[in-house]
C-alpha cells in the first residue's frame, strides 16, 4: 500500500517554455535508463529477494523513483505549457506535438516509445542488486548528458538533486550486494554452487 504525498521531493519550478529542452528531458521519463523503468524494475525485483532488508531496500527505492517519475513529468509540463507553434516547429517538437499534442508520453528522447524490455529481473539476488547498480549509473550519466546540454538554471537544479539521488541509491545498491555475499558466502553458495561448480 502506497501513502500519495501531494508534494514533490524538491520543488520544480520552471519559468522558461523550452521543447527543446522537454525533448531530451523526456528520456528520463520513459528512456532505456529512466524513473520509470527503474520504479517498475526495483518494484518487481522485491518479491524474490531473499532477506527483509533487501526487499524494503528495493520498495523504499522504488517508490522514490515513482517521485522522480512525477519530477519529470512536472519538467516537462513546465517547459512545454506556454509553447508556440512557432517555438514547436524552431524547436523540432513538431513530430512529438502530432502524436501527443502537449501530454506526457512515456518515451525515449529518439522517439522511442517506453518498453519492459528496457529492464531486467532475474530472481537472482546478486544478479539484480549488480543490475541495479548499473542502472542507478546509466541513469546517473544520463543526467550528466543533460546537464551538458540544459543552460536553464531552473531545470538545472531540479536535475542535479535528481543526479544526487542516483549516486545515493547505487551507494545503497553497493552496500546491499556487500552484505548480500557476505550471508551467502556463509553459506558457501555465492562462491561455488555445489549444483553447476565441482
Known amino acids: 500500500m502506497f501513502s500519495y504525498v501531494k508534494n514533490l521531493q524538491y520543488p520544480v519550478k520552471i519559468k522558461n517554455t523550452s521543447p527543446a529542452l522537454a525533448k531530451f528531458i523526456i528520456s528520463q521519463y520513459g528512456g532505456p535508463d529512466g524513473e ?8 518487481s525485483q522485491r518479491y524474490s529477494m531473499p532477506y527483509p532488508e533487501l526487499q524494503g531496500l528495493l520498495t523504499d527505492i522504488g517508490t522514490e523513483e515513482l517521485g522522480h517519475f512525477e519530477m519529470i513529468a512536472a519538467i516537462i509540463h513546465q517547459l512545454t505549457r506556454n509553447m508556440t507553434i512557432e517555438e514547436i516547429k524552431k524547436d523540432g517538437f513538431d513530430a512529438y506535438f502530432v502524436d501527443h499534442t502537449g501530454g506526457i508520453y512515456p518515451q ?6 517506453w ?13 539484480d542488486l549488480t543490475e541495479d547498480m548499473a542502472a542507478e549509473q546509466k541513469a546517473r550519466t544520463t543526467y550528466d548528458n543533460i546537464l551538458r546540454l540544459s543552460d536553464d ?6 536535475i542535479k538533486f ?12 553497493g552496500e546491499a550486494l556487500t552484505k548480500t555475499v ?3 558466502n556463509q553459506k558457501n553458495v555465492y562462491a561455488i554452487n555445489p549444483a553447476f561448480d565441482k
Open 36 to 43: 520509470l523503468g527503474a520504479s517498475l524494475r526495483y518494484l
Open 182 to 184: 557476505e550471508k551467502l
Open 108 to 113: 525515449f528522447a529518439s522517439g522511442t516509445p
Open 153 to 158: 538554471p531552473d531545470v538545472n537544479n531540479v
Open 162 to 173: 535528481l543526479r544526487e539521488r542516483e549516486i545515493i541509491h547505487f551507494q545503497r545498491f
Open 115 to 127: 518498453t519492459a524490455a528496457t529492464i531486467a529481473v532475474k530472481g537472482d539476488v546478486i544478479t
